[in-house]
């Protein structure tokens, strides 16, 4: 049956377990056509019933076949849904890897919607519809089992059933383009409703103080939702027309059967009796077959769906999957870093800003503010100079060796940051074992012994103010000991005591021990605690100033 595989759900499958899918395949056959021997059995002994005779073989060959077709189709359902659920394992393993692998632009394009629906609702509906697909083509081995028992009794009964039943897969396969279609856009509409719904859950404290601004974000969910209603009505349309087209379509072959060919086939009402039994016997497994071609279109869909973003990504890809792990060491003994004529624009978008031409230089150990007003370039500079976002023209270098694509991960591992937009996790993640009273101590220097503890690996409270996350995060910054610091706005949400100590305290202390410190800042009274500032305007540095430079 190496036709499946022209089936996307079914090449999904095989690529990842091929013993599996053939295992499958096997006892799918063996199920659909014993299947097709107990209807063979059962009017055989019924015909035999009818004037008063019973076969002992018949009934042995009942009793026989019933359970191998149980054990065959157990054996099925149950290989196909174990290797269904290990493949999107495999498959949600692989994508994450890859997602990781990938650079910064291409997952903020892509959108946090895109990327969640592809990876829990699409293979959630995968997981769905594996056991209904299976179940349908081993009721398709039935329909193939009744036609051959339907062309030993009659030729002519056997061809006008088939030609009829093309008649109506041929139509069915029409419509099904329209479905498909229909399925496309509304797996699209899904992944917007996932991020108009972040925007309700994620800015619930935002606009539960502004009705104006609640009103029309649940106004934006509302029409998603009415969206992808609509797209999911002509879909239900279309399944149901399908439905009752491939019954109207068998009580037409029943018809002619029963009162056209009897005229110019046959005579003898027991060939009429097998035949419409033949014909009722497969009215269950084509309406199941046609259940599952539903599904196996919508498996497709969702897998597409998948397969696209997975090609997306492939091309972000920066780090080849098992590549060796960075040397942190390449760069850590750095002097000098500079920016060379450095320009960055965001592609596709309708503004003209650009970041650049930028020349730079932060010598280790060194505190560097970062200075200009809302939108001039500061936090895209901090992704420039940490390599989250590529130069599109210009370099960047430590001690004149220029950082690379070869190198640029390494080249990272220098850098420790708290964004503006930070995630705060829950563990230590890539620090190993630490001590756990080492880390209380830090809580405690940051005041947040009485809010937050470290126990089991992990801070037992995340649910904290901005100012104390950012505390809480630079604990983590603290114990991953990189040699350059990036804060973006750290002190914007501290109070008046932890504002004065991050200025008079924390930096002073991380250059005396010889840490780099880059930091953005709008608190122009601490200006003069660094070592250089730098002032961007729309872009462009229009200040360098340094220690002894005239104000």
């Given amino acids: 049956m190496k036709w499946l595989k022209s089936f996307g759900l079914f090449r999904f499958l095989a690529e990842r377990d091929e013993k599996s899918y053939r295992s499958m395949t096997l006892m799918i056959v063996i199920a659909g056509l014993?299947?097709?021997?107990?209807?063979?059995?059962?009017?055989?002994?019924?015909?035999?019933?009818?004037?008063g005779q019973v076969s002992l073989p018949v009934a042995l060959l009942f009793v026989v076949t019933l359970p191998v077709y149980i054990i065959a189709k157990r054996?099925?359902?149950?290989?196909?849904?174990?290797?269904?659920?290990?493949?999107?394992?495999?498959?949600?393993?692989?994508?994450?890897?890859?997602?990781?692998?990938?650079?910064l632009m291409f997952l903020e394009k892509a959108g946090r919607g895109e990327i969640y629906a592809r990876l829990t609702q699409d293979t959630t509906t995968i997981s769905q519809c594996v056991p209904i697909i299976f179940s349908g083509y081993q009721s398709a081995v039935v329909i193939i089992a009744s036609l051959i028992y339907m062309l030993v009794i009659s030729v002519q009964a056997f061809v006008v059933t088939v030609v009829l039943l093309a008649i109506g897969a041929f139509v069915y396969t029409i419509n099904q383009r329209q479905l498909r279609d229909g399925l496309q856009q509304a797996i699209a509409q899904e992944a917007e409703f996932f991020d108009s719904l972040s925007h309700l859950i994620d800015g619930f404290k935002e606009i539960k103080i502004n009705r104006a601004k609640n009103d029309e974000v649940f106004r934006r969910v509302e029409d998603v939702s009415r969206r992808t209603e609509s797209v999911m009505k002509q879909v239900s349309y279309g399944y149901v027309d399908h439905m009752v087209m491939s019954q109207t379509f068998f009580f037409l072959i029943l018809a002619v059967l029963i009162f056209l060919l009897p005229t110019t086939?046959?005579?003898?009402?027991?060939?009429?009796?097998?035949?419409?039994?033949?014909?009722l016997f497969m009215v269950s497994?084509?309406?199941?077959?046609?259940?599952?071609?539903?599904?196996?279109?919508?498996?497709?869909?969702?897998l597409g769906s998948i397969e696209r973003l997975e090609r997306?990504?492939?091309?972000?890809?920066?780090?080849?999957?098992?590549?060796?792990?960075?040397?942190?060491?390449?760069?850590?003994g750095f002097s000098t870093l500079r920016l060379q004529n450095g320009v960055f624009a965001y592609p596709e978008s309708e503004s003209n800003f650009q970041v650049g031409p930028l020349n730079l230089e932060i010598r280790r150990g060194t505190s560097t503010?970062?200075?200009?007003?809302?939108?001039?370039?500061?936090?895209?500079?901090?992704?420039?100079?940490?390599?989250?976002?590529?130069?599109?023209a210009g370099r960047i270098s430590l001690d004149d060796e220029p950082v690379t694509a070869e190198s640029i991960d390494a080249y990272r591992e220098l850098y420790t940051c708290i964004f503006s937009d930070f995630h705060l996790f829950d563990r230590l993640y890539g620090l190993g074992e630490r001590d756990p009273d080492e880390v209380r101590q830090l809580i405690a220097r940051m005041g947040l012994a009485d809010k937050v503890d470290y126990?089991?690996?992990?801070?037992?409270?995340?649910?904290?103010?901005?100012?104390?996350?950012?505390?809480?995060?630079?604990?983590?910054?603290?114990?991953?000991d990189k040699p350059i610091y990036v804060f973006d706005e750290w002190a914007a949400d501290q109070d008046v005591e932890f504002r004065a100590r991050f200025y008079d305290e924390i930096i002073p202390d991380l250059t005396g021990r010889g840490k780099t410190v880059i930091a953005v800042t709008h608190d122009d009274r601490w200006y003069d605690k660094c070592d250089q500032l730098l002032r961007l305007d729309y872009g462009k540095l229009s200040e360098v100033r340094r220690p002894g430079d005239k104000k």
């Fill in 34 to 51: 014993s299947s097709g021997l107990l209807l063979g059995v059962v009017n055989h002994a019924a015909a035999m019933a009818a004037v």
């Fill in 75 to 103: 054996k099925a359902l149950v290989t196909a849904n174990l290797s269904a659920e290990s493949a999107i394992r495999d498959m949600r393993i692989a994508m994450s890897d890859k997602i990781r692998r990938s650079e």
């Fill in 265 to 279: 086939d046959y005579s003898q009402p027991e060939i009429v009796l097998k035949l419409t039994a033949a014909i």
């Fill in 285 to 302: 497994p084509l309406e199941g077959a046609l259940v599952a071609w539903h599904y196996q279109m919508k498996a497709d869909v969702a």
């Fill in 312 to 332: 997306l990504l492939d091309q972000s890809e920066h780090q080849e999957a098992g590549a060796p792990p960075p040397d942190p060491s390449r760069f850590a």
């Fill in 369 to 392: 503010f970062v200075v200009g007003g809302n939108g001039c370039g500061k936090s895209t500079l901090l992704k420039l100079l940490t390599g989250l976002y590529p130069l599109q």
């Fill in 455 to 480: 126990r089991d690996g992990r801070f037992t409270n995340l649910d904290l103010s901005t100012g104390q996350r950012k505390r809480l995060a630079l604990i983590t910054s603290f114990l991953e």
